[in-house]
């Protein structure tokens, strides 16, 4: 257990040598978020907001999950790329015993038409540009003490000339949970946690290692508190209402921008109905017509279903839907009117003895 804090210091010692990052695949570590619940939640991605597109969130909190899950989600578009759109897909498996096991995979398809404020037109591009993630998971949960979940991702650039280029990186997560009340009513949780994405500091080439373009080396930090109250003469089937409130710092190691603060929180009822809501800033770099930052309130919502508690017993099916439609917030200083891009998630997570 001291080694996996060690490590987790030296590689954040480490990595506060490494520079370089230049926006490289920016549209894959910061632009749509797989969770639509975490996009709504003012993009926090440490805490316990997310824990099955572990792809982009921290990989300790998969051990939270409970059984076998299948998780899709859905986005688009993205700026200027009319028709661009996100699908991940993903499974999962939990067993206290041995740890949580994941695989997300992520696809992001440009698409044909390209918007350039400049231009005030769309044109046809005959380049599509294609990039994939896949990413392996691991999570394990020591007992009185803390979980810490290892991604392993494959990075794939499609540059739509029969040709691929492939990197791979890693990150590393820890989460800790502190149970400051629990009783027959109330329940109040406190959780920390962190992440560490691209740990060892590695790039992408598809030329050689003298042109190659460094991936981001992120270090994020956070802290919730989760607060649910329960009567069993009014509503036996769950807790009545909860909320649930976090913040979280994100900190770009191998570059000067991109330092972000988050907050955000949920509203549940009855544990069907979620209503959602945030707010991010985030510096951005330095060009002719860049926006010094970036920052807007979020907000959407998800729904519950929970076949052993509201519909029959011995069928231990969870169903989760989350949704948002949000402004695109303008990196130029000089435009903003890009289209509201849509997010939504179906998650399916079936509970094993």
Aim: aromatic content about 18%; some cysteine.
């Amino acid at each position: 257990m001291k080694r996996i804090i060690i490590l987790f210091l030296l590689v954040i010692s480490n990595s506060t040598f490494a520079q370089g990052y230049n926006d490289f695949a920016s549209e894959i570590f910061f632009g749509r978020l797989p969770s639509a619940k975490t996009e709504a939640m003012g993009r926090i991605l440490t805490l316990n907001f997310d824990p099955y597109f572990i792809s982009h969130s921290n990989p300790a909190n998969l051990v939270t999950t409970n059984g076998a899950a299948v998780f899709y989600a859905h986005s688009s578009p993205f700026y200027g790329y009319n028709d661009a759109t996100y699908s991940y897909i993903g499974v999962s498996y939990n067993n206290p015993k041995i740890g949580a096991f994941a695989f997300n995979y992520l696809n992001f398809n440009s698409g044909s038409t390209v918007f350039i404020p400049a231009l005030g037109v769309p044109f046809t591009n005959p380049f599509k540009e294609k990039r994939y993630l896949y990413t392996l998971t691991y999570a394990y949960k020591i007992i009185d003490w803390f979980s810490f979940g290892i991604n392993a991702n494959l990075f794939v650039d499609d540059f739509g000339t029969d040709k691929t280029f492939s990197d791979t990186f890693f990150e590393l997560g820890l989460s800790r949970d502190f149970i400051l009340i629990q009783d027959s009513e109330i329940k109040d949780e406190l959780t920390t946690g962190t992440q560490l994405k691209n740990i060892f500091n590695q790039s992408f080439s598809a030329i050689d290692e003298a042109q190659s373009d460094p991936f981001p080396v992120i270090f994020r930090i956070g802290i919730s508190n989760l607060f649910e109250y329960t009567d069993k003469d009014f509503y036996r089937s769950s807790y009545l209402f909860g909320f649930t409130l976090g913040i979280e710092y994100q900190d770009l190691l191998n570059a000067d921008f991109r330092t972000a603060y988050k907050i955000g929180g949920e509203l549940s009822l009855l544990d069907i109905i979620f209503l959602r809501g945030g707010f991010y800033h985030e510096t951005r770099g330095e060009c002719g017509n860049c926006r010094g930052k970036v920052e807007d309130v979020t907000y959407g919502f998800g729904v519950k279903l929970d076949f052993n508690k509201h519909f029959t017993t011995g069928f231990p099916l969870i169903i989760l839907f989350d949704f948002v439609n949000l402004e695109q917030p303008s990196h130029l200083s000089d435009f903003s009117n890009w289209d509201n891009f849509t997010t939504l998630n179906l998650i399916a997570n079936y509970s094993i003895d």
